[in-house]
């Protein structure tokens, strides 16, 4: 089989997206949503358990490359490391099928701990992977792991190995799970390449555990991409990971040829760290460095409120390596900001130095600046997408706290980093808005090392391939026969587009470390700060033609700021924050214009999202009255969870207002409790009202009012649409 470059496969500049005609809007995924997601709801807020596991089944399907191993050989593994593939020793290929497990008379059969020992063992044995250590791990969890996640085995530089039975999540650098054989337990379908994900519960499980694994090896690492084995039974599968989906071998039976078995393990123990898919702008602050001891010194609390001081100097081993600070340069303060720090900041990042969570030096912007990172305040917690992780930083020259954001941008045509966005709404001038616009400040920013994910890529390129070779043969039989009558095209039937989304990797800091929106103190602040975003909203589509396009809980913030009064005394001011513009869109200002999607799928917060967006099929483009109308979604979910009201079960009347949907056709649509809401133009569940009380007990009819009159204009809105 013909080698391909990668340089061949994976695009260098944005792809422009071709929607269908029917497209206007690009597509959301069903499995999006995910109740344990911090994010979603601002705080943690967990969701009925059969409603996430339905989700986290759909989150793992569709994400699936089926391939031989040839194909993963000379198209899937960098072309830069193929020269390491060597051809097995024949008297080991001998040995390995001498040894087959599932061979033996002996009853029963072989169970799942019997296939992972003498697969372990077989590695070692036969020294299949001499510079790595094959560790069974499937009885206890890492310690502080909330996940509780036990995979069955990994394999580790040898001397990192655990010596404890426990996965160490931190340094795995490949996975392996076993299962006892059997179709039941194979998560992928052989036969449909086209649609590889079988729907049949136990085959469903499987995958889910997979890719559960794979995200916790994500999660407590920075990788571009990430290599497991999957055994069942005698068969085995070879997995590469990135945030695009999976690209998986077909099932070989490692006793009656294990050649590709042997080619890829011996490759892997060649391959360096990057190699195998860690990122090399992220180092790992091991716990003797100083720049761990600046860490705890900056969340010290008994530290002066300004920047903390350098611990002993550092020298440049301190330093990732391909960082260009002089580590014998003084503290850099950043122009214009006040060093002092308030309380909450240094208290979050303190808390981001848990033990059991490792610590990075990431590199981020064109000048590579360094900076230090712990526990993430918040992560995806699904494999596939976009990946957002957000840190409280910092800023290794400057010793300033900044918070950072580490994700994996979509990499179309039309489809800008955040940080572009940041620094146009940043830009407007102050004489051609009466009101601030208030969005974080953007410091640093830029795509990480042109890392991009390969499997949308590969899908993408197998699939034009597969067009080529039908147009050829087709035209071959033709030519052959020129007398024949061919069918005429139906221009209304659609080719079906693939799901898999390219993105690119890419890091923002902003100087400002915000609060949760659920820190607001009273009704009037709640709606005062709700008020700060709306107008940074109007501002971006007056000035910009911006939509937001993800107003959502998560994406309210409360930013503190100080200000000196005439008599020289100091006042803390709260502001209203609108952050994440990453799916943010120039739309035309004449909403008869067309639009058509920039990606095949977009992922934005389902619980927030319009009535009339959510229920409509095919998804129309977002809208400035969809937005809006998320925004009172937003300070409904607030003031409902937080400020007293009527509602008997705040949990679920949530619950059917925010989570619950209705399917049809396989889409996810509205459910009644929203859609009755905004068309009746008062908040109702069910047959009840529901109303907000002051702290006596009273109606708080300013609040009331506040939500009639807005709800007043959506339900004008229904009326005509």
Known sequence: MESVSHSDIVPSRPVTFTAPVSHQSSPHKFGKADNFDPRKHGDSLPGPANLDRKLRQFA????????????????????????????????????????????????????????????????????????????????????????????????????????????????????????????????????????????????????????????????????????????????????????????????????????????????????????????????????????????????????????????????????????????????????????????????????????????????????????????????????????????????VKSRRFMFLKDSWRPFYVGVEPEGVYLEQLIGIKAEKVKREVRVPRPFRHGDVEEQRSFTAAYAEWLANRAEDSTNATAGHSSSQDDNDEQPIEDSTIEAEQPSYRLYMHYRIAVLDVCLPFNQFTSSKQLATLMSHCLTTHRHAFEQLSLLHRDVSAGNVLILPKLHKLKGGALKVSWHGILTDWELAKVVPKDLDSAQSARQPERTGTWQFMSVAYSRTIPRPPVTVADELESFFHVMLFYAIRYLPSTAPDVGQFIYNYFDDHLVEDGTRTCNSTKSLTIESGAIRWGDKRIYFLAANGEHNDRLNDLFMTLLKSFKARYEVL
């Open 60 to 395: 793992s399907m569709g994400y699936t490359v089926l391939v031989c191993p040839e194909e993963f050989e000379n198209h899937v593994l960098p072309d830069e490391t193929r020269s390491l593939l060597r051809e097995p020793d024949p008297s080991i290929v001998k040995q390995i099928r001498r040894e087959c497990l599932f061979r033996r008379r002996e009853k029963p059969k072989p169970t799942e701990n019997d296939v992972g020992e003498f697969f372990v063992g077989l590695i070692d044995r036969h020294s299949l992977c001499p510079k790595h250590k094959a560790t069974l791990s499937r009885f206890k969890p890492a310690k502080n792991d909330r996940t509780k996640a036990k995979v069955d085995a990994a394999l580790y530089v040898m001397e990192e190995a655990p010596k404890d039975s426990r996965p160490d999540w931190i340094r795995c650098r490949l996975f392996i799970e076993f299962k006892r054989g059997g179709t039941s337990l194979d998560p992928f379908d052989d036969t449909d390449t086209n649609n590889p994900d079988p729907k049949a519960e136990t085959r469903e499980d499987v995958r889910a555990q997979l890719t559960a694994y794979a995200h916790n090896v994500f999660l407590y690492q920075h990788r571009a991409w990430l290599y497991s084995l999957f055994v069942n039974g005698e068969e085995f599968r070879v997995m590469r990971w990135d945030r695009s989906g999976v690209i998986a071998t077909k099932k070989m039976n490692y006793f009656e040829d294990a050649k590709f078995l042997i080619r890829f393990l011996s490759y892997f123990d060649a391959l360096t760290a990057v190699g195998q898919g860690t990122d090399p702008t992220a180092t790992l602050v091991g716990k003797d460095s100083r720049l761990y001891e600046l860490m705890d010194r900056a969340g010290d609390a008994s530290e002066a409120e300004g920047i903390p001081p350098p611990p002993s100097p550092l020298s440049r081993s301190d330093l990732p390596p391909t960082c260009d600070i002089d580590p014998h340069e003084p503290v850099e303060p950043i122009g214009g900001e006040d060093p002092r720090v308030f309380r909450y900041i240094r208290k979050k990042f303190r808390d981001s130095l848990a033990n059991g969570w490792p610590r990075y030096a990431l590199l981020v912007g064109e000048d590579k600046r360094v900076f230090l990172v712990g526990k993430p305040v918040f992560y995806s917690t699904t494999m596939f997408g976009r990946a957002t992780r957000g840190y409280i930083a910092l800023d």
